[in-house]
Nanobody
Framework: QVQLVESGGGLVQAGGSLRLSCVAS????????MGWFRQAPGKEREFVAA????????EYADSVKGRFTIFRDIAKNTVYLQMNSLKPEDTAVYYC??????????????????WGKGTLVTASS
């Protein structure tokens, strides 16, 4: 199983940017589908972005399209989430997830096998 550790969260003003990182260790990271999910206070966990093992397939939630970018560095066993033009509604705990089935899209939480502990992002108005 893959172990995941997120970092990069923090407090930023609306309109600002943050870059989240997720370092993976353990099994073969390069073959895993990687995703970012988030959970705001009082709300259910929701999909944010996902990237296939090759980087050729990327998906975004409609709410973040055009503002967030997911990318991965296989050599560093790291996946990133660049977040620009942050809005107060982006405030949430962001979780990194990994799915060992390369055929899944990574957009469904139930397809993911490993989860990080999360990092808090707060965008103030």
């Amino acid at each position: 199983q893959v172990q995941l550790v997120e970092s990069g969260g923090g407090l930023v003003q609306a309109g600002g940017s943050l870059r989240l990182s997720c370092v993976a260790s353990g099994r073969t990271f390069s073959s895993y589908v990687m995703g970012w999910f988030r959970q705001a206070p009082g709300k259910e966990r929701e999909f944010v972005a996902a990237i296939s093992w090759s980087g050729g397939n990327i998906e975004y939630a409609d709410s973040v399209k055009g503002r967030f970018t997911i990318f991965r560095d296989i050599a560093k066993n790291t996946v990133y989430l660049q977040m620009n033009s942050l809005k107060p509604e982006d405030t949430a705990v962001y979780y990194c997830a990994a799915g060992k089935d390369p055929l899944v899209s990574g957009s469904e939480a139930y397809d993911m096998d490993s989860w990080g502990k999360g990092t808090l992002v707060t965008a103030s108005s």
